[in-house]
């Protein structure tokens, strides 16, 4: 099972909204509506942001958002903060697996 | 409040045996829809799914690491256990405890514990 495709980083001014895409296949991403998001600083455990491609555990700013088109998952970071720079990973069900993460992006604020 | 607590060896020799013992409160591994796993991390690298046990004593492994794992539930003492054969050097990494409550995604992690093989 490869892992999910992510671009390496994706940069954004204060205020701004960004977006990560996830890359999968039709075994994985496209055939399943069980892609969920995690966000890791630097040292500490990652944390759920969004699963089941859209939804927001409780506690979660609404800043975050989730959607899904084909194959290709995305995450959307609006009115980006200094506290928003870190890594965030994909994950997703798989036929197979039954579990793949993406290879990471890694977000900066500027 | 769940919370989940790894232990076990920081250092391990290659080819040996590599034990982790998770221990959980705040829930029973008893409860319809959970289940706890395990993610490792090597150092500056990205997460990897390893295995998940659940309520019913269902076992998923990772297919590319099925042949060296096993994951043991022990109810009584709230713990999940993972036994790793044949430990390589590109077996280390930061292995995380998660908990997983009736969907595929994994909504509470442990603080982590960085095993280290090397002779």
């Known amino acids: 099972q490869s892992a999910l495709t992510q671009p390496a980083s994706v940069s954004g001014s204060p205020g701004q909204s960004i977006t990560i895409s996830c890359t999968g296949t039709r075994s994985d991403v496209g055939g399943y509506n069980f892609v969920s998001w995690y966000q890791q600083h630097p040292g500490k455990a990652p944390k759920l942001m969004i699963y089941d491609v859209s939804n927001r555990p409780s506690g979660v700013s609404n800043r975050f958002s989730g959607s899904k088109s084909g194959n290709t998952a995305s995450l959307t970071i609006s009115g980006l903060q200094a506290e928003d720079e870190a890594d965030y990973y994909c994950?997703?069900?798989?036929?197979?697996?039954?579990?793949?993460f993406g290879t990471g992006t890694k977000v900066t604020v500027l | 409040q769940i919370t989940l607590k790894e232990s076990g060896p920081t250092l391990v020799k290659p080819t040996q045996t590599l034990t982790l013992t998770c221990t959980l409160s705040g829930f029973s591994l008893s409860t319809t829809g959970v289940g706890v796993g395990w993610i490792r991390q090597p150092p500056g690298k990205a997460l990897e799914w390893v295995a998940l046990v659940y309520w019913d004593d269902d076992k998923r492994y990772s297919p590319s690491l099925k042949s060296r794992l096993t994951i043991t539930r022990d109810t009584s003492r709230n713990q999940v256990v993972l036994t790793m054969s044949n430990m390589d050097p590109v077996d280390t990494a930061t292995y995380y405890c998660v908990h997983s409550h009736g969907s595929y995604d994994f909504d509470y992690w442990g603080q982590g514990t960085l095993v280290t093989i090397s002779s």
């Open positions: 994950s997703s069900y798989t036929s197979s697996s039954p579990y793949v």
